[in-house]
Nanobody, 121 residues
Framework: QVQLVESGGGSVQAGGSLRLSCAAS????????MGWYRQAPGKQRELVAR???????NYADSMKGRFTVSRDNAKNTLYLEINSLKPEDTAVYYC???????????????WGRGTQVTVSS
């Protein structure tokens, strides 16, 4: 019914930049908070940044400065811009959204399958 599809990952050298996108599609009635998480090899998934439907944003403390999250509500799309990439940013980046479908009055958590970001030194 609902899909989140991430794109924009890839292999880059340290110091480079990437812009990740996450497009939500399906029987969407409304989208609440959306966010980016990442999971490095051998580590737990961690919050990068999230944003509400009203545009408020919050970042994990270690992500402040080089990461910028934004969303286009008209396109149901979430973005993450990452600057000055470091090898330690290497991870799978996942999109999350709280979505209410046309078939339920309640919101449900949805996750994308992730997009790989690999940063070489």
């Amino acid at each position: 019914q609902v899909q989140l599809v991430e794109s924009g990952g890839g292999s880059v050298q340290a110091g480079g930049s990437l812009r990740l996108s996450c497009a939500a599609s399906g029987s969407i009635f409304s989208i609440g908070a959306m966010g980016w998480y990442r999971q490095a090899p051998g580590k737990q998934r961690e919050l990068v940044a999230r944003t509400t439907s009203g545009g408020s944003t919050n970042y994990a403390d270690s992500m402040k400065g080089r990461f910028t999250v934004s969303r286009d509500n008209a396109k149901n799309t979430l973005y993450l811009e990452i600057n000055s990439l470091k090898p330690e940013d290497t991870a799978v980046y996942y999109c999350h959204a709280e979505i209410r479908t046309r078939y339920s009055p309640l919101s449900t958590d949805y996750w994308g399958r992730g997009t790989q970001v690999t940063v070489s030194s």
